[in-house]
């Protein structure tokens, strides 16, 4: 996988598809962001969108924020870029005195919070730069003991900045302090091109830092990996375990090679409690192939952190279909990770839209090259990500008991299905929101909801709010669907959101839903239930949905956007077996 260039992505910024969605941005900063802005914009063609980019004049960062006319707010972006730098910060810091020098990060993190907090802002996600170090060496490490110090209050301002993050869910941070501690400020920092240009970035570093900004709005419109595929030997551990035997592979703190295999297995556990789904694609006997996580003391993973487990003598890209069909994710969702570059390489070609980082040749570079690609940035956590990886296993052994039963109606009514419907509150908007964040594939108009969105729906009168839990007699699912129905006058709803999970896909949900929605549509007054359909490249799945449950198509155009009717005096319930709780 290697790095686009400058030149690349000056290239691809002058051909965006026609087809691509467009995907309004701005781009506000102190200093020169030319290059930065090309290269957004090439990003934005290579992730599939066509990024329609106002890039505000050079340093005028308070005028267009402050001014209800300025054209920030014409430009009406989805995603603003705030990109305010080390270098200007620090000028102005050396111009203050002693006293007002210790106020240099709360000042900016002041200016920073009412910006996240503008009016004209809501429903806007605003992507913060931080600020990467400038050493000037005026105090060397005593600067850490001394609030006026320019290290201090850099320092001071990147806590800050996260700790903002955390309360205001429209702001997220880029960053490239990160970049740099990676990369170094050599490669970041070019003197002669900031003297010339006053351009803080150098040429080398602009990929890198539009590629994050790029990998952070693309997690925000619902592109992100949510799977990890592992091969076994000499990716997990060192050596064969069909050749070497459980003692023979290489693992453990001591040194040796065996390190940097244990120290990849800790980050792929830290992966998986942040909710990633860790899998096992492995040309192995089964039971050789579990043993070192069973019986290696030195083994960081266990079978437990393993939500589907492949190990036989198909191929890998059979393995990979394999529990793409029990996770029911798209394969672009995905990363396999293999040391062998023939095996890479076939899955690449046969799978379609699957990331196949081209691993080092030594695994003691595993982990530092992985790092430096961002693969699994994010928009949202809560705290039932950690259980994804049972919910997972628990869907397997469905997917095994599915086989004994001879129809399918059977195998529903065997599971034991119970839902709990229920509004938006307090304790699910977190999960409503990152539902409506990360559901692509069945999700029916692909709009997108921050928690402070989901509380406003919840007060608001004129709109049905329904969230939907599933459990059965293998395990809680959590909360897999949400609806929200808004009137459009006294007689008619309109279905503004339908999403759901996809790993309860056929098992009768949607009938459950709709029954719900009519009901709840009769209960406050409603006559008429309005269904729309928009399309995108990923929620092809749901094109005939409406179709397919009754209700009456009104309109079709060009683009594949369709409209539909429900009566809801005629509504019929349709069969399900799932019992209310």
């Known amino acids: 996988m290697d790095r686009l260039s400058l030149k690349d992505l000056k290239r691809l910024s002058k051909h965006p598809s026609p087809k691509s969605p467009i995907l309004r941005?701005?781009?506000?900063?102190?200093?020169?962001?030319?290059?930065?802005?090309?290269?957004?914009?090439?990003?934005?063609?290579?992730?599939?969108?066509?990024?329609?980019?106002?890039?505000a004049?050079?340093?005028?960062?308070?005028?267009?924020?402050?001014d209800p006319d300025s054209e920030l707010y014409k430009h009406d972006a989805e995603f603003i870029v705030l990109f305010q730098s080390t270098h200007k910060l620090c000028e102005k810091h050396s111009l203050l005195s002693t006293q007002e020098q210790t106020t240099v990060a709360d000042e900016r993190l002041r200016f920073v919070e009412s910006v996240a907090e503008l009016p004209q802002l809501q429903g806007k996600k605003l992507i913060c730069m931080n600020y990467p170090e400038i050493e000037d060496a005026v105090f060397g490490s005593y600067a850490n003991k001394v609030e006026s110090s320019f290290s201090f209050q850099v320092r001071k301002l990147?806590?800050?900045?996260?700790?903002?993050?955390?309360?205001?869910?429209?702001?997220?941070?880029?960053?490239?302090?990160?970049?740099?501690?990676?990369?170094?400020?050599?490669?970041?920092?070019?003197?002669?091109?900031?003297v010339s240009t006053e351009m803080v970035l150098s040429?080398?570093?602009?990929?890198?830092?539009?590629?994050?900004?790029?990998?952070?709005?693309?997690?925000?419109?619902?592109?992100?990996?949510?799977?990890?595929?592992?091969?076994?030997?000499?990716?997990?551990?060192?050596?064969?375990?069909?050749?070497d035997g459980?003692?023979?592979?290489?693992?453990?703190?001591?040194?040796g090679i065996g390190k940097a295999f244990t120290e990849f297995q800790m980050w792929v556990k830290k992966l998986r409690q942040r909710g990633i789904i860790i899998?096992?694609?492995?040309?192995?006997?089964?039971?050789?192939?579990?043993?070192?996580?069973?019986?290696?003391?030195?083994?960081?993973?266990?079978?437990?952190?393993?939500?589907v487990f492949q190990a036989n003598w198909e191929t890998k890209v059979d393995n990979i279909r394999t529990i793409q069909s029990i996770l029911n994710i798209s394969f672009d969702s995905m990363v396999f990770l293999d040391d062998n570059p023939f095996e890479r390489n076939m899955v690449r070609e046969n799978i379609p839209g699957i990331t196949v980082p081209e691993l080092p040749e030594d695994p003691a570079e595993y982990l530092e090259y992985l790092y430096s690609l961002n693969l699994f940035e994010t928009a949202n956590y809560s705290s039932e990500d950690k259980d994804r990886t049972k919910q997972y296993q628990v869907e397997a052994k469905r997917v095994s008991l599915k086989k004994t039963f001879g129809s399918e109606a059977d195998f529903l009514r065997s599971l034991g299905m119970v839902s709990t419907v229920s509004g938006f509150t307090p304790f699910n908007t977190p999960r409503?929101?990152?539902?409506?964040?990360?559901?692509?594939q069945f999700n029916l108009r692909t709009v997108r909801y921050t928690e402070a969105d989901v509380k406003a729906l919840a007060d608001d009168d004129k709109v049905v709010d329904l969230s939907f839990t599933l459990k059965d007699k293998f395990g809680d699912n959590g909360l897999i669907a949400v609806v929200i129905m808004k009137a459009l006058d006294s007689e008619t709803l309109f279905i503004d959101t339908w999403l759901m999970s996809c790993r309860v896909?056929?098992?009768?949900?949607?009938?459950?839903?709709?029954?719900?929605?009519?009901?709840?549509?009769?209960?406050?007054?409603?006559?008429?239930?309005?269904?729309?359909?928009?399309?995108t490249l990923k929620n092809q799945m749901v094109r005939e949905h409406y179709d397919q449950l009754g209700f009456t198509k009104t309109d079709e155009k060009a683009d594949g956007a369709k409209r539909y009717e429900l009566n809801v005096d005629d509504y019929q319930p349709k069969e399900c077996y799932i019992v209310k709780a």
């Open 279 to 307: 899998c096992v694609a492995s040309k192995n006997d089964e039971d050789k192939a579990k043993e070192p996580f069973q019986k290696h003391p030195d083994m960081v993973l266990t079978l437990d952190d393993i939500a």
């Open 432 to 440: 409503v929101a990152q539902l409506s964040q990360r559901s692509n």
């Open 203 to 243: 040429v080398d570093a602009v990929p890198y830092v539009a590629g994050r900004v790029m990998d952070i709005i693309c997690a925000c419109k619902g592109q992100f990996k949510k799977c990890l595929i592992l091969d076994l030997d000499n990716t997990l551990w060192g050596g064969v375990i069909g050749d």
């Open 246 to 255: 459980i003692e023979g592979i290489q693992l453990g703190h001591g040194l």
């Open 158 to 194: 990147n806590f800050g900045l996260m700790e903002l993050a955390q309360h205001h869910p429209n702001l997220f941070i880029c960053d490239i302090t990160g970049l740099q501690n990676k990369f170094g400020r050599d490669f970041m920092f070019d003197a002669n091109i900031y």
């Open 57 to 66: 004049e050079y340093n005028q960062v308070y005028q267009q924020f402050m």
């Open 505 to 535: 896909l056929k098992r009768g949900m949607e009938n459950f839903t709709l029954n719900t929605m009519v009901e709840e549509a009769r209960r406050r007054g409603y006559k008429k239930i309005v269904g729309e359909y928009l399309p």
């Open 25 to 55: 941005v701005a781009l506000i900063g102190d200093t020169a962001t030319q290059f930065l802005a090309t290269a957004i914009r090439g990003f934005g063609v290579a992730k599939g969108y066509n990024i329609d980019l106002y890039e």
